[in-house]
């Protein structure tokens, strides 16, 4: 079993920046994929960036890409989510999550993931 738990969130003006963080525990963090998501109300889960194990590969969706950074500590069991210039359309409740699974071809979907945090809800205003 792997835990996640996101911090970070919150209201910022659109052009400001914040950084989530997503702490895991459980079994071992340094050989396991993880993704970032986010869902809109009234809308479904998306994919926003993923980073392998050891942090050498990333992905990001064509929406954010340019604007927002992964990467990971996994002397600290973290992965944080850099969110600059955000804009109005980043408002969404964003999700870490964690796979073995992981894989280029696979890490931008949402089912390959079996570790999900809470969420943590980020409100960009006008």
């Known amino acids: 079993q792997v835990q996640l738990v996101e911090s970070g969130g919150g209201l910022v003006q659109a052009g400001g920046s914040l950084r989530l963080s997503c702490a895991a525990s459980?079994?071992?963090?340094?050989?396991?994929?993880m993704g970032w998501f986010r869902q809109a109300p009234g809308k479904e889960r998306e994919f926003v960036a993923a980073?392998?194990?050891?942090?050498?590969?990333?992905s990001y969706a064509d929406s954010v890409k340019g604007r927002f950074t992964v990467s990971r500590d996994n002397t600290k069991k973290t992965v944080y989510l850099q969110m600059n210039s955000l804009k109005q359309e980043d408002t969404a409740v964003y999700y870490c999550a964690a796979t073995y699974s992981y894989t280029d071809a696979i890490r931008r979907i949402v089912p390959n993931y079996d570790y999900w945090g809470q969420g943590t809800q980020v409100t960009v205003s006008s």
């Open positions: 980073i392998n194990w050891s942090g050498s590969s990333t």
């Open positions: 459980g079994r071992a963090f340094s050989n396991i994929g």
